[in-house]
């Protein structure tokens, strides 16, 4: 079946370093992409989100890229914090007539004073 | 931003009860609201759509009289997980989605289930 998946299972980098995550998603038909944040025992928290007729999307230290040509997300995370340390999911919307979200793996980012 | 509220947080349970999970949209109608389990390290994996006055739509392989969710009003769900096992054990997560032409969804904090 389609399927959303990361590449990186963790990723650590030094405190103020830019961190870049990245994911890759197998259902072309996708309009709708997001990424979360989700700490230990805590629900996700969204980040930011990008549709299919953007490449790009810039947030407060974040930045969304999408490339539809070869189905691949990644996350930017500028100025790193430990206050970022986490696990990020991207999700994809799964069709155009559902509300359903499919979800990544999950790449846990550490934070390295 | 929008808040869902999850209660409780964390449960622990004796095999064979039943254990309710409410979610409920605080500042905004949920007209869909969605359920996810979630497994150490693992991603969340959607268990069943909740739609308000309807009956919910579950996920392939998710057993709906296991698993009872009711969306009773724009602003509360409730999924019960009967005849709870150990191996249901797992985090619960709900999303809400405030409403039509708004795609994005927000979040629970969870509840971590526990069955001994």
């Known amino acids: 079946g389609e399927s959303v998946g990361l590449h990186l299972p963790t990723l650590s980098v030094q405190e103020g370093d830019n961190s870049i995550i990245n994911c890759a998603y197998s259902n072309s038909a996708s309009d709708y992409f997001i990424w979360y944040k989700q700490e230990s025992g805590k629900g996700p928290q969204f980040i930011i989100d990008i549709r299919s007729n953007m490449d790009k999307r810039q947030g407060q230290r974040v930045t969304v890229l999408l490339n539809k040509t070869v189905k691949h997300l990644s996350l930017q995370i500028a100025a790193t914090q430990p206050g970022d340390s986490a696990v990020y999911f991207c999700?994809?919307?799964?069709?155009?007539?559902?509300?359903?979200?499919?979800f990544g793996t999950g790449t846990r980012l550490q934070v390295f004073p | 931003g929008a808040v869902v509220s999850q209660h409780p947080s964390w449960v622990i349970c004796k095999s064979g009860t039943s254990v309710k999970i409410e979610c409920r949209s605080l500042?905004?109608?949920?007209?869909?609201m969605f359920w996810y389990r979630q497994f150490p390290k693992q991603s969340l994996m959607l268990m069943a759509t909740?739609?308000?006055?309807?009956?919910?739509?579950?996920e392939q392989g998710v057993e709906k009289d296991k698993f009872l969710i009711n969306h009773a009003s724009l602003t509360l769900s409730t999924l019960t997980v009967t005849s709870a096992h150990p191996e249901d054990s797992s985090f619960y997560i709900c999303s809400a989605k405030a409403d039509r032409g708004n795609e994005k969804l927000f979040f629970g904090s969870g509840t971590q289930l526990s069955v001994l």
């Open positions: 999700a994809e919307k799964e069709g155009y007539n559902t509300d359903k979200l499919i």
């Open positions: 909740s739609n308000e006055g309807s009956k919910a739509t579950y």
């Open positions: 500042d905004f109608q949920a007209t869909t």
